[in-house]
Structure formats: C-alpha cells, structure tokens
C-alpha cells in the first residue's frame, strides 16, 4: 500500500557538523514532497518542499533531494544548530488530491 | 507572520462525551484541513474541507467525526461520541490551494485525552 517510511528514528550530531535525514517513499504517483519539523509541543512547520519534476531545491542552510529512481527523499541541514533539534517529518502527496501522507518522523538530537 | 489558531490547546473528557475543536485559520486561504497525531506515531490525514464541501476523508474519519465552518471564520472538528482511541493530538491546517499544489500552514494543536 502506500506509505512514507524513514529509516533513522534518532539521528544525534554534534553542533556545527551536517545532518542528513532520510525518508523512503512507495507511491511513484507522488508528485510533491514536503519536510516538516515539529518541536516539541507545536504543530508541523514547513522547511522545504520538492516537486517530482526536480532532483534538488535549496533553502536557507536546508537542501531536499529527490532521487524518483528508489523512491528516496533527503534532507541535509548545513552547519546544525542546537534549535534544529526537533523531530523531522517526510510526507508527500499526490498529483491532484488533498491529503498528505506523512512519514513517521525522525528525531534529530544536537550536542554541543 | 499569519499563523492558524487553535482552541483548546487541551480537552479531557469522558467516553462518550461530545468534544467540539476549534480552528482559525488563515485569512485569504482557502482549503482547510485536520489532522491528528496519536501520541508517538505520524501525523495522520483526517480531512479537507473546501466550499463548504468536504473534498477528502479517510477511513478515520467515520460518522463519529463532523466538520462545520459556521461563520466564515472558524473551522471546527466535531467527534460525537468519544472512544478512548481517540485520544491524540488534532492538528487544523490550511492552504490557498490544495495540499498537493501549496503549502500546509499547521496550528498548534489541540491535546485531546479520552478517560
């Protein structure tokens, strides 16, 4: 069936060092990615989203990467900081519909 | 920055009670949306609303779960009959266009705890 899974429940790194998030995707008929980070307590918030027509979209310190050909979606914070701490979400959607369909989420843990 | 509000941040309530969610979401957006998060688990789609018209359900929502936008305003959950598992966060969103064109714009949450 369809699902978003990620592969990492936790991902510690050190303050200053890159992170990279991964999430596998199943549906080939998704066309929109988007990466949510959720603090503890609030709702989702959007960092960077990713059509199906693209490979990789740059953000402020955030990159997405799309790779159609394993159904794998990333995405890399540039020089983490302690406030990225927080529990990072994949979910896609597909072309035309109104839901998204999330992942299960992966912790990033920043040390200093 | 425009942000959706919701209320209660958290309801406790006994099986079986009525429990109404209340949503504001953004002026100028269009589409609305909930969805809810048991605790530890992914956040799940529940529905979408749009000219006063549901667009989209899934299976979660049965005909337990009823949504209203009354006054133009606010966007409510309604579940009828509480069941322990309905114990979750619920989270209102909103868009200007659909979820698979534009960006969900989420609220805080609302904490709900079934005893």
């Known amino acids: 069936g369809e699902s978003v899974g990620l592969h990492l429940p936790t991902l510690s790194v050190q303050e200053g060092d890159n992170s990279i998030i991964n999430c596998a995707y199943s549906n080939s008929a998704s066309d929109y990615f988007i990466w949510y980070k959720q603090e503890s307590g609030k709702g989702p918030q959007f960092i960077i989203d990713i059509r199906s027509n693209m490979d990789k979209r740059q953000g402020q310190r955030v990159t997405v990467l799309l790779n159609k050909t394993v159904k794998h979606l990333s995405l890399q914070i540039a020089a983490t900081q302690p406030g990225d701490s927080a529990v990072y979400f994949c979910?896609?959607?597909?072309?035309?519909?109104?839901?998204?369909?999330f992942g299960t989420g992966t912790r990033l843990q920043v040390f200093p | 920055e425009p942000e959706v509000t919701q209320t209660p941040s958290h309801q406790v309530t006994q099986m079986g009670q009525e429990v109404i969610l209340r949503c504001v979401p953004i002026?100028?957006?269009?589409?609305f949306y909930w969805y809810r998060q048991i605790l530890g688990q992914k956040v799940e789609f529940l529905v979408s609303?749009?000219?006063?018209?549901?667009?989209?359900k899934s299976e979660i929502f049965d005909d337990q779960f009823s949504v209203e936008r009354p006054d133009g305003s606010n966007f409510t959950l309604k579940i009828r009959s509480t069941k322990l598992e309905d114990s979750a966060m619920y989270f209102c969103a909103s868009s200007e266009s659909y979820s698979g064109a534009n960006v969900l714009t989420f609220g805080a949450g609302s904490r709900l705890t079934v005893l």
């Open positions: 979910a896609e959607a597909l072309h035309n519909t109104d839901k998204l369909i």
């Open positions: 609303f749009y000219n006063n018209e549901i667009s989209e």
């Open positions: 002026s100028n957006h269009l589409y």
